[in-house]
């Protein structure tokens, strides 16, 4: 299986900040990389998909880049509504998709 | 409106057995791939299985090979998820998912349901 490692795994940030969570994988997978969003008690949400497509309906001050191992998911200004865990997901290897373990956005 | 609703969580022995299902509205059901995906308490996301539009292919997670069973009916809807030989790393809410195969993304959700597995 392609393992996903995410950094930081929890991060501390201010309203207005601009964030940068990093996703890296153990082989290349080219732009087969989405993003999730989860909020305490509630189902994951789609924010990025094939590493820098945004999902419709999420705010523009998301984005994602990168391709082969390394990615990033970048929010431009923090809101408050943003804090939440994020997870990379890979998508080259299917079906056995496999999840990064996830990076906890806090409020500083 | 997309919407995916789990039931049949609960609290089971280890050993037992559990039949989750999913209800599906807001879209053509049998046009979809559907993916069970777990979440133990505090931890990540770990994909469990996955059933073609039709149900022909299905696939495992190895954690779950042998003990799950994965099933639809298009006619109603609804996916299926079968437990047995349960364990208590068995223990997580469970999501259906709904499957975008160009991405291979999950686009739509369910809310969960908790399957706690302890004597």
């Known amino acids: 299986d392609i393992q996903m490692t995410q950094s930081p795994s929890s991060l501390s940030a201010s309203v207005g900040d601009r964030v940068t969570i990093t996703c890296r994988a153990s082989?290349?997978?080219?732009?087969?990389l989405n993003w999730y969003q989860q909020k305490p008690g509630k189902a994951p949400k789609l924010l990025i998909y094939a590493a820098s497509s945004l999902q419709s309906g999420v705010p523009s001050r998301f984005s994602g880049s990168g391709s082969g191992t390394d990615f990033t998911l970048t929010i431009s200004s923090l809101q408050p509504e943003d804090f939440a865990t994020y997870y990379c997901q890979q998508s080259y290897s299917t079906p056995s998709i496999t999840f990064g373990q996830g990076t906890r956005l806090e409020i500083k | 409106e997309v919407q995916l609703v789990e039931s049949g969580g609960g609290l089971v022995q280890p050993g037992g057995s559990l039949r989750l299902s999913c209800a599906a509205s807001g879209f053509t059901f049998s046009s979809y791939e559907m993916n069970w995906v777990r979440q133990a308490p505090g931890k990540g996301l770990e994909w469990v299985s996955y059933?073609?539009?039709?149900?022909?292919?299905?696939y495992y997670a190895d954690s779950v090979k042998g003990r799950f069973t994965i099933s639809r009916d298009n006619a109603k809807n609804s996916l299926y998820l079968q437990m047995n030989s349960l364990r208590a790393e068995d223990t997580a809410v469970y999501y259906c998912?709904?499957?975008?195969?160009?991405?291979?993304?999950?686009?739509?959700w369910g809310q969960g349901t908790l399957v706690t597995v302890s004597s």
């Open positions: 998912a709904r499957l975008v195969h160009s991405g291979y993304l999950f686009d739509y």
């Open positions: 059933i073609s539009s039709s149900g022909s292919t299905i």
């Open positions: 082989q290349s997978i080219s732009s087969y």
